[in-house]
């Protein structure tokens, strides 16, 4: 399986003055470029070559690892952002209400978090496996499929990110990107999550076997 430089969800110039072009540029045409092609240079002819990025991010280590995971988080990051109104959904915010106390103590926090991130990472918010929203940060390439969560949002803070238009000014960075969060984009990994563990539920009531395994988790 050859891995494929997504294109962005948006023209270069569209989440401008808050990231600029030639930012894109360099983010996404240069830096995620080099882990899918150096991805696919350390997968070839190996058992990775035939798994997808999360089969490959759950089982190996060092530079696979590395690459796989950053060209995941990107493409979560990118497709986590759009120059478009957009508004968390009721199912959001009412998880957001009861995890966070409210949309503004979650983006406060979160913020917090990343701001704080010593060196290279990503924060992220993701959801566990009993339906519990969980606000987490990983150095380097880390993510929340380490945890056995599902993704739902992410912000990079590596510095190629935000350097060109920001400097080394994280905080204002992460405030603007704060107005280009995709909510509908979030709100539908939410409904993913939910739909699939109501599938889940509902054999409960005709496999036993099944149910224990979902009583498990």
């Given at each position: ?57 759950l089982s190996a280590d ?52 990343a701001a704080g991130l ?55 960075y992460l405030e603007k ?41």
């Amino acid at each position: 399986m050859k891995h494929i430089l997504m294109d962005l969800p948006f023209d270069e110039n569209a989440l401008e003055p808050y990231i600029s072009s030639e930012t894109l540029q360099y983010h996404h045409g240069k830096h995620h470029a080099a882990y899918i092609n150096n991805l696919n240079k350390l997968i070839e002819d190996t058992d990775y070559a035939n798994m997808n990025l999360e089969e490959i991010i759950l089982s190996a280590d060092g530079g696979v690892f590395n690459n796989a995971a950053q060209v995941y988080n990107h493409n979560f990051y990118f497709y986590g952002m759009t120059h478009k109104t957009s508004e968390p959904s009721e199912a959001l915010v009412t998880l957001l209400d009861r995890d966070f106390g409210s949309v503004e103590a979650f983006k406060k926090v979160f913020l917090k978090t990343a701001a704080g991130l010593f060196g290279s990472g990503w924060v992220w918010l993701s959801i566990n496996d009993t339906g519990n929203l969980v606000l987490e940060s990983f150095s380097n390439a880390g993510n929340p499929l380490l945890s056995k969560h599902t993704p739902l949002l992410t912000c990079d803070v590596w510095e190629h990110a935000y350097y060109v238009d920001y400097r080394n000014a994280r905080p204002k960075y992460l405030e603007k990107w704060w107005g280009l969060i995709n909510w509908d984009f979030v709100s539908g990994n939410l409904d993913l999550f939910t739909n699939n563990h109501d599938n889940m539920a509902d054999l409960c009531h005709k496999d036993d076997e099944i149910c224990d395994y979902v009583d498990s988790i």
